[in-house]
């Protein structure tokens, strides 16, 4: 079955960086877009980035625009977020995600808590 794994949260102090993970498995990764998705406390769930299939084509909210990367290697059925210079408004559990447009499926990983604070 699909399963997307996030890994590479944790603490990180303003203005430093850090890199998440999700790990794919169970359907042809190359062929799906994947978004990185984000829900701060109180907060509804947003779209932080996105990336298509082949990967030449990004996308990002403009709070993130600038500051964070979104990058796949189908290779490894990995997709990444490299956040550089975060800021406190940027702490969230933070999603991978998958669209299957075949059967209209959402597909969500468990999340990885991401704090930014000094």
């Known amino acids: 079955q699909v399963q997307l794994v996030e890994s590479g949260g944790g603490l990180v102090q303003p203005g430093g960086s850090l890199r998440l993970s999700c790990a794919a498995s169970?359907?042809?990764?190359?062929?799906?877009?994947m978004r990185w998705y984000r829900q701060a406390p109180g907060k509804e769930r947003e779209l932080v980035a996105r990336i298509s299939s082949a990967g030449g084509i990004t996308n990002y909210a403009d709070s993130v625009k600038g500051r964070f990367t979104i990058s796949r290697d189908n290779a490894k059925n990995t997709v990444y977020l490299q956040m550089n210079s975060p800021k406190p408004e940027d702490t969230a559990v933070y999603y991978c995600h998958a669209y299957d447009f075949i059967s209209s499926t959402d597909y969500w990983g468990q999340g990885t808590q991401v704090t930014v604070a000094s």
């Open positions: 169970g359907f042809t990764f190359s062929s799906y877009p």
